[in-house]
């Protein structure tokens, strides 16, 4: 099984980014732990700040992994365009967010691309990442 942890903008700054909202765990060390507690699993990480290179990574992929665990950041609230990109992709998409979106500023509730990840997983901080996993794991 191959799963891809993909993350957008900003996220490059886990660990010394709003630590009171997103943690001190920085985003390598979340995919170490992941990379830890599921050896059965080859694991793919890429993060970019830009929306662009989040779509070409999915062409490029979604069409070959078994999974892709996505914190799109910001561009969730905003990128039409990554919703079309998760929609040409065969391979099925979870929705991350550490922060509980609902509890914070009204913008943030709307999601572009929910409809068309297969679920989204929100406000369970990093463990998210790994229930995500666990999920593609569980459809095998």
């Known amino acids: 099984m191959k799963i891809a942890i993909v993350n957008g903008p900003n996220l490059n700054l886990l660990g010394k980014r709003e630590p009171g ?3 001190n765990t920085t985003a390598e060390d979340c995919f170490h732990q992941l ?7 080859q694991l793919v990480y890429f993060q970019s700040n830009v929306e662009g290179e989040l779509i070409n990574f999915l062409h490029a992929n979604g069409f070959e992994l078994d999974g892709i665990v996505l914190n799109a950041g910001a561009y969730t609230h905003t990128s039409i365009a990554l919703r079309d990109a998760i929609a040409a992709i065969t391979t099925p998409v979870v929705e991350v967010h550490i922060s509980n979106v609902h509890a914070r500023e009204e913008f943030r509730h709307v999601s572009m691309i929910a409809a068309k990840c ?4 929100a406000g369970l901080g990093m463990q998210g990442y790994g229930l ?3 999920y593609f794991l569980g459809k095998q």
């Open 21 to 23: 909202i997103y943690g």
């Open 132 to 134: 995500a996993v666990e």
């Open 118 to 121: 297969v679920g989204v997983i």
């Open 35 to 41: 990379v830890s507690k599921y050896p059965q699993v």
